[in-house]
């Protein structure tokens, strides 16, 4: 298992965070946590993933492993980057032999994905932290140019009002640079809102799961990447 370092916390103890948190230990504002504690949401999103038998999956946070556990009944091949070592313990005792389940401690936002993916082309998945995804996604595309056609598709769950402006048409207010990136690939979709209220803690904002199917080509050339 790949490993960075990071400060070392236990689990609180059992009655207490089964009681606040739902069996799982307490967020780390720091890390942007939120449980998605909704059986139907989680459903829902595993529906939405264009992978069968053996398929690679590439799974960002998957902290309690609610989203894990349904890919798991797919057969997915899953590959999971976990940056808090308090969910990586968690998961290593709930599925100690899990056939097709490789688990890295690490940040995401340091890896390469190819590094982590030993077969492609990969779904990239999960519920992302509010103060990452831009930077995550920013990363995704530089993958997808530098190595066209090991990426499959994208479906993650991020803040409504970030995937209406990934989203938004040109000529809209909200129309960004993330609208331009991703649209060099497909088309992005919000599939899914996700009310607050199916997680714990309850954030300040409503989630929507987006989804793009990426082209094994930029749908536009691209002369020099790093000057566009």
């Given at each position: 298992m790949d490993t960075i370092p990071e400060e070392s916390s236990s689990l609180a103890s059992p009655i207490g965070y089964v009681?606040?948190?739902?069996g799982l230990p307490a967020t780390k504002q720091?890390?942007?946590?939120?449980?998605?504690l909704d059986p139907e949401v989680v459903y829902q999103i595993a529906e939405l993933l264009d992978i069968k038998e053996g398929d690679p999956v590439l799974e960002v946070g998957p902290g309690g492993g609610a989203l894990t556990e349904?890919?798991?009944?797919?057969?997915?091949?899953?590959?999971?980057?976990?940056i808090d070592r308090?969910?990586?313990d968690y998961l290593e005792e709930r599925w100690p032999d899990q056939e097709g389940f490789t688990l890295h401690h690490a940040d995401i936002l340091q890896t390469d994905y190819l590094d982590l993916m030993k077969e492609t082309p990969f779904t990239l998945v999960g519920n992302l932290p509010y103060n990452i995804t831009s930077s995550?996604?920013?990363?995704?595309m530089d993958h997808a140019v530098e190595h066209p056609g090991t990426l499959k598709q994208i479906v993650v769950m991020l803040q409504k009002e970030v995937a209406e402006r990934i989203t938004a048409e040109p000529g809209?207010?909200?129309y960004s640079i993330l609208s331009v990136f991703t649209r060099l690939?497909?088309?992005?979709e919000i599939v899914l809102n996700v009310p607050r209220e199916s997680f714990k803690p309850m954030p300040n904002v409503d989630s929507a799961v987006l989804k793009l199917d990426i082209a094994s080509t930029p749908k536009y050339p691209l002369a020099h990447w790093p000057t566009f």
């Open positions: 009681r606040k948190h739902g720091s890390l942007g946590q939120n449980w998605l349904e890919l798991f009944k797919r057969k997915a091949n899953v590959t999971a980057v976990e308090r969910m990586v995550l996604l920013f990363k995704t809209n207010s909200n690939w497909g088309v992005p």
